[in-house]
């Protein structure tokens, strides 16, 4: 059964920095793209960045380009989202997940969830001082 777990969301002051986890179960890590997304109360969820397989790269969206960092670990089926310099914003959770068929490999551009699927639980990221 695959599985992807979110950790490491919280509390962190406007400015600050956070990194999330996600870590995979019941699937090769090696083989697939897998995307960051967020998803804030009464808003739709929207991706921000993804990491592909083959080759490895990384794709940012508009609101994920040039203060989220994604990283993969293979060996250790583990996918990283580093924010930086968070502006104060409404809540979000943010969650990981698996891109499908087609080009399973592959972050798809402008990253629509209806591509993903595995979804995991999602992890709280609040911003605010």
Not at 94 to 104: D, E, Q, V
């Amino acid at each position: 059964q695959e599985q992807l777990v979110e950790t490491g969301g919280g509390l962190v002051q406007p400015g600050g920095s956070l990194r999330l986890s996600c870590e995979i179960s019941g699937f090769t890590l090696e083989h697939y793209a897998v995307g960051w997304f967020r998803q804030a109360p009464g808003k739709e969820r929207e991706g921000v960045a993804c990491t592909s397989s083959s080759p490895i790269s990384e794709y940012y969206s508009n609101s994920g380009k040039g203060r989220f960092t994604v990283s993969r670990i293979n060996r250790e089926s583990v996918v990283y989202l580093h924010m930086d310099n968070l502006p104060s914003e409404d809540p979000a959770i943010y969650y990981c997940a698996r891109k499908t068929f087609p080009k399973w490999w592959s972050c798809p551009e402008g990253l629509p969830a209806n591509d993903f699927g595995s979804w995991g639980q999602g992890t709280q990221v609040t911003v605010s001082s």
